[in-house]
């Protein structure tokens, strides 16, 4: 395990000086600590919620950013294609030099017994950690080899950075011989996309608004001699707008003195451009393509594309990175021995590839 203390040492930018007095200072608590590598350079672990509220006051949650129906759905196509793709283990032949696949350990597709969550749950939720927040954690309980026996996903509202950048599950460091931290290959969408999501909610709200009073803009233009209060402007639209959005067909009564003078209405093909618009932008959070959300590209009529193409193209820009991630970690020397590697069988989930179609008789 020092093997990883030392690379995530280095990866914080720590010198060779700095990370022998660490050491030794973690050698000296009780329970040494994982550190996350991105705390000095990005303070992941201390970010403030002030820093992505919304001009209404509305954090930036993974709730609020399913309910985009663009990312729900960029998630529902990434996350579970790779949960349902299998994990292997490969060892180099250096005589040979090729890998050959060895026998998969216990804890590839077993779940651990006090928590049985099925592999395939276990590694669909690690990418939602993923894309939404960039960091996923595995709890372990190891054989006396000190590889792992059986691993579980640690909810991520369970587990957080505290203020020096430890891992913490509810509130307490735990030992980085407990548990497997998996960096993302980015620092989530709920990090670096609020703008584009607020956005999104914003094209959301203004089509319900749309629905909810499909009519022009309205101005009630009062034509009496005496002033209206305050009380009285604001309980008169209340009676129109509750009229117009009313069981009876959007019928409203104005007297002699009230006139009501329309405005230009929403521009329909608008708000539908805008919203494809927006669930193009959700898909390159994501980084899949547009397709992949239903949303159009611009020019994607002249494109010419095969379905088998478009997966390949899934699987290339869009899963891969994810899959990359998880087997880079999972390959480090405290979870298969040295000279072995985790990764993932994509040639078996999606089969031989044939870039020029089948063959066919003249």
Request: hydrophobic content about 40%; charged content about 20%; glycine content about 8%.
């Amino acid at each position: 395990m020092g093997a990883l203390r030392n690379a995530l040492q280095l990866m914080s930018g720590a010198t060779p000086a700095d990370t022998t007095q660490l050491q030794a200072e973690r050698l000296t608590r009780p329970n040494p600590q994982i550190l996350s590598p991105w705390t000095p350079q990005t303070g992941l672990s201390t970010i403030v919620w002030a820093d992505i509220f919304s001009e209404a006051g509305m954090p930036i949650t993974r709730t609020v950013a399913m309910s985009i129906p663009a990312i729900a759905k960029g998630r529902h196509v990434v996350a579970p294609k790779i949960g349902a793709t299998p994990l292997r283990v490969l060892k180099h032949d250096a005589e040979t030099q090729t890998d050959a696949q060895v026998p998969d350990p216990g804890w590839i597709n077993s779940p651990d017994p006090t928590c049985p969550v099925p592999p395939f749950h276990r590694m669909t939720w690690t990418v939602d950690d993923l894309i939404f927040t960039g960091w996923s954690l595995w709890s372990r309980v190891d054989l006396a080899t000190g590889f792992p026996q059986y691993v579980s996903r640690v909810p991520r509202d369970d587990w957080q950075f505290d203020a020096e950048g430890f891992v913490t599950i509810q509130g307490e460091q735990v030992s980085s011989e407990r548990v497997i931290l998996i960096p993302g290959p980015h620092e989530g969408i709920l990090n670096f996309g609020r703008t584009a999501i607020l956005h999104a909610r914003q094209l959301l709200a203004a089509a319900a608004r749309a629905g909810d009073v499909p009519n022009p803009n309205v101005e009630l233009h009062y034509t009496g001699d005496d002033e209206l209060s305050d009380a009285e402007i604001t309980e008169l639209l209340r009676y129109y707008v509750a009229a117009r959005q009313g069981e009876n067909g959007g019928v409203s009564f104005t007297n002699s003195v009230i006139e009501s003078k329309y405005g230009p209405s929403m521009d329909a093909q608008l708000l539908i451009d805008g919203r494809n618009a927006a669930a193009v932008d959700m898909a390159r959070l994501i980084g899949i393509a547009a397709a992949m959300v239903d949303a159009t590209a611009p020019k994607a009529s002249l494109n010419y594309e095969t379905t088998q193409g478009r997966g390949l193209e899934h699987t290339e820009y869009g899963v891969e990175p994810y899959m990359q991630a998880i087997e880079a970690r999972l390959s480090l020397d405290d979870v298969v021995p040295r000279g072995s590697r985790v990764r993932f069988d994509i040639e078996q989930d999606l089969g031989p590839v044939q870039p020029t179609g089948p063959v066919v008789e003249d």
